[in-house]
């Protein structure tokens, strides 16, 4: 359990014996807040909330005795007696004062929050790069495309004139790959019979390969809209 520590308007975490700071670049912060992310804000306890006691609040309402002294002189006892009561029935002696428990504070859940969007940015930036590759069960067709690398003039028969025409070479942009066998064949050896035996088997790099895919899209597929709009700004 964590306990958020105020103090002097600054905040500061307890986890143990230790104090963590709120400071992006140490590692317990870091730790702090994926946890929170993780498992949820209900593993940080708020920081406490000292309630003063009617003494104390009392104490802190009473004119300075130099006051009290002029209003007793100027208005007499009845009236200083009068303005002392109203402080008196203001914090009656049932305020015994006590130390309760603070809500946590917002910032651990939008600083949790922050930390679950970049970790899905990245992991959806990481499975949009996977899905991008090429289905080693179905291999890449070549790709060209035709540049135009010059002119070259012809006398065109036709029309009996000179004419200029385009030189087009043609380039290859992408390679051919061909798909990879749908299975293998893999030969065991008993090592009490040193018989040999070969059987067929679905290849295992298309069989990852699927895996990767499908694990792939279940991130894309459950990744908040949020996210993939600020990637694709």
């Known amino acids: ?12 975490i307890q986890f143990g014996n230790s104090n963590i ?7 317990d912060y870091q730790q702090f807040i994926k946890d929170v992310a993780e498992q949820g804000i209900g593993i940080v306890e708020g920081p406490d909330v000292i309630e003063p006691s009617y003494s104390e609040l009392r ?17 007499g006892v009845n009236a200083w007696k009068t303005q002392i009561k109203e402080i008196k ?9 006590d130390t ?3 809500e946590v504070p917002a910032w651990v859940q939008e600083a949790a929050d922050n930390w679950t969007f970049n970790k899905q940015l990245r992991e959806y930036v990481a499975a949009t790069k996977r899905l991008s590759q090429y289905i080693l069960s179905e291999g890449l067709p070549e790709l060209t495309e035709e540049n135009v690398i010059g ?16 030189i087009i070479e043609t380039v290859i942009i992408q390679t051919a790959i061909e798909p990879l066998e749908a299975t293998v064949e893999v ?23 699927e895996e990767e895919r499908a ?9 908040p809209q949020a996210v993939i709009d600020a990637v694709d700004k």
């Open 59 to 75: 104490t802190s309402e009473y004119p300075p005795i130099t006051d009290q002294l002029d209003k007793i002189y100027h208005s």
């Open 215 to 223: 694990a792939a899209q279940a991130v894309v597929d459950s990744t």
């Open 1 to 12: 359990m964590y306990k958020i520590l105020h103090s002097l308007d600054q905040y500061s």
């Open 151 to 166: 002119q070259e003039d012809f006398f065109n028969k036709e029309t009996e004139e000179r004419e200029f025409r385009d």
């Open 187 to 209: 030969t065991e050896t008993d090592e009490e019979t040193m018989e040999s035996t070969t059987t067929t088997v679905p290849n295992p790099l298309i069989v990852r390969d």
């Open 100 to 102: 309760t428990i603070g």
């Open 21 to 27: 700071p709120i400071d992006l670049g140490n590692k």
């Open 89 to 97: 029935d203001k914090y009656p002696k049932t305020i015994t004062g």
